[in-house]
Antibody, heavy 127, light 106 residues
Framework: EVHLVESGGGLVQPGGSLRLSCVAS????????MDWVRQAPGKGLEWVGR??????????EHAASVKGRFTVLRDDSRNSLYLQMNRLQTEDTAVYYC??????????????????WGQGALVTVSS | DIQMTQSPSSLSASVGDRVTIACRAS??????LNWYQQEPGKAPKLLIY???TLQSGVPSRFSGGGSGTDFTLTISSLQPEDSATYYC?????????FGQGTKVEV
């Protein structure tokens, strides 16, 4: 069965740092792009960033709201996706989800969606 | 950035009703449009991708349509377990963007 499990959430002071992890199982992690999506309390979904796979040199994309502060990383040997969050602000308080993105396979039709999600990790930024 | 606008923001309907949610993109996105369902306290769940392709395991009462800038999600016969918030999302370019959500009460 396909699973994504996040960890590393918690309470952090403004200006602090935190690293979230997402461990994948049940599928070939290295074949997929992987993304982070967050949801502030009572709000909608906001895409945070993407890590591509080895075939695309592990390049990443980030939302403007986190660019320069957050970094999406992956370690395919550990089937793991990470979100390194620095200079955290109160508005970064949210549940952070990892999501499985497009499979980077020759026969893929090019249409991408987040078809598997983790359970979410709560990050609270407060003094 | 591509803006995604859903309507209505919320709706209330009865079991067996046909319900349609609209999603409009601020520019042409072809069929690069996905729909998700999120129940309170849970992670989102993919319902439809590429505007009209039903994700495996999703009940056939859900259907999607549209292309370009205007899209719809239809629930043909509303069930109690369909109470949730529904989001559209474009996968045409970066940054990926979501609609603000439509809360459905049954």
């Amino acid at each position: 069965e396909v699973h994504l499990v996040e960890s590393g959430g918690g309470l952090v002071q403004p200006g602090g740092s935190l690293r979230l992890s997402c461990v994948a199982s049940g599928f070939t992690f290295s074949d997929h792009y992987m993304d982070w999506v967050r949801q502030a309390p009572g709000k909608g979904l906001e895409w945070v960033g993407r890590a591509r796979n080895r075939a695309h040199s592990y390049t990443a994309e980030h939302a403007a709201s986190v660019k320069g502060r957050f970094t999406v990383l992956r370690d395919d040997s550990r089937n793991s996706l990470y979100l390194q969050m620095n200079r955290l602000q109160t508005e970064d308080t949210a549940v952070y989800y990892c999501g499985r993105g497009c499979p980077d396979l020759p026969n893929w039709n090019g249409y991408c969606a987040f078809d598997v999600w983790g359970q979410g990790a709560l990050v609270t930024v407060s003094s | 950035d591509i803006q995604m606008t859903q309507s209505p923001s919320s709706l209330s309907a009865s079991v067996g009703d046909r319900v349609t949610i609209a999603c409009r993109a601020s520019q042409n996105i072809g069929i690069y449009l996905n729909w998700y369902q999120q129940e309170p306290g849970k992670a989102p769940k993919l319902l439809i991708y590429a505007a009209s392709t039903l994700q495996s395991g999703v009940p056939s009462r859900f259907s999607g349509g549209g292309s370009g800038t205007d899209f719809t999600l239809t629930i043909s016969s509303l069930q109690p377990e369909d109470s949730a918030t529904y989001y559209c999302q474009q996968s045409y370019n970066f940054p990926r963007t979501f609609g603000q959500g439509t809360k459905v009460e049954v």
